[in-house]
């Protein structure tokens, strides 16, 4: 009898809490993909002592578009600012049960979508307040000491206001870019920057999706995988969308350790412009390949309502989170007109 309520006891213990069997508590060295030989800070998190402090809605973040505040220069330029904040010592939960230490740019991963139209003039004042160093690396054209890779911004309120002009048109990531840099981003310091044409691009229901993984037992593989951050959570929580409206995803890959992901819509086809530079899509696909930090935007329209799943083809990756659903409802508005018509 003792012997069985010990099983149950210990069976529950690892039923709770079971991606910290193996957690690393110690610094460790590992070789990464690039070969480069680098060390974790091993700092690991006890799940009995853990709250989470962070506040994360993906429904809220997936069409949460940061335009900054706007003013003009005198010949005519728009100025955009942004205070961006660092930090390294927010608790997430991010799967029932499961804590992680994100680093985090304005208090979430991914960090807020910066949007501004291709010429604008970006400040950002950036405050780091972790207890690292940390940066902003942006990906686009601009001069070097805004790279945010040789200027490293010291903790405890250091500062650095990156400033340079919004280009090329398409959707970029920017991420922390300090050493080990694997570390810095598995932990969350990225986000999403988009420049729009000066010509604006059709009108569409617009979304964000990172794509990324989460180690949360620090032995350099992925536990869970997502979009946006929340294994599962569009699964769940499906996108709502109408029938015969534009749908315009912006895709980020921020997944590290493994080489590829990929992105699956079901019962469509996308148009894919890579990187988002050309106005012109290359490819209409159901299926894109991408490697760290490649992107792009897709284009689509359902033309019958219904559930959708949109997943990683890399299976592993969708049944440890990454997959979601888009509902497609009924266009009410299309409706409405096609009674006007008398149809
Ligand atoms: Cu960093």
Known sequence: ??????????????????TFSDAQSEPKTFVTHSGAIVQTSGE???PLYTVSTVDFDPMEYLRDFNYGQVSELPDGTVVREFTIIAEDDKIMEV??????????FNGTVPGPTIRATEGDLLRINFINNGSKEHTMHFHGIHQAEMDGVF????????????????G??????????????????????????????????????????????LDTDFDT????????????????????INTNELIRVYVVNM?????INNFHLHGNLYKYYPTGTDLVPSFYTDMITLSQTERGIMEFEYNY???????????????????GIFLVNENSKKNTQELDRGT
């Not at 012997?3 to 690892?14: A, K, T, Y």
């Not at 200027?151 to 919004?166: D, I, M, R, S, T």
């Not at 810095?184 to 310091?189: A, D, P, R, T």
């Not at 309502?305 to 997959?323: D, N, Q, R, T």
């Open 305 to 323: 309502p219904g559930k959708y799943l949109f997943h990683a083809h890399k299976v592993e990756f969708s049944e440890k989170g990454w997959i």
């Open 255 to 259: 997944v590290e350790f493994d080489p």
């Open 95 to 104: 799967s029932p049960g499961v804590f992680y230490n994100v680093w985090t």
């Open 168 to 213: 090329p048109v398409g959707v970029h990531p920017y991420h922390c870019h300090v050493m080990p840099l694997e570390e810095h981003i598995v932990h969350g310091l990225y986000g999403v920057f988009i420049v729009d044409p000066k010509e604006e691009r059709q009108p569409a229901d617009e979304m964000v999706m990172v794509l990324n993984g």
């Open 221 to 240: 593989e992925n536990n869970f995988y997502a979009a946006n951050t929340i294994p599962f959570y569009y699964q769940h929580h499906p996108i709502q």
């Open 44 to 46: 690991i998190i006890d």
């Open 151 to 166: 200027e490293p911004v010291g903790g405890n309120g250091g500062q650095f206001l990156y400033e340079f002009e919004a």
């Open 1 to 18: 009898m003792i012997l069985l309520i010990s099983l149950v006891i210990g069976f529950s213990v690892i039923a709770l809490f079971p």
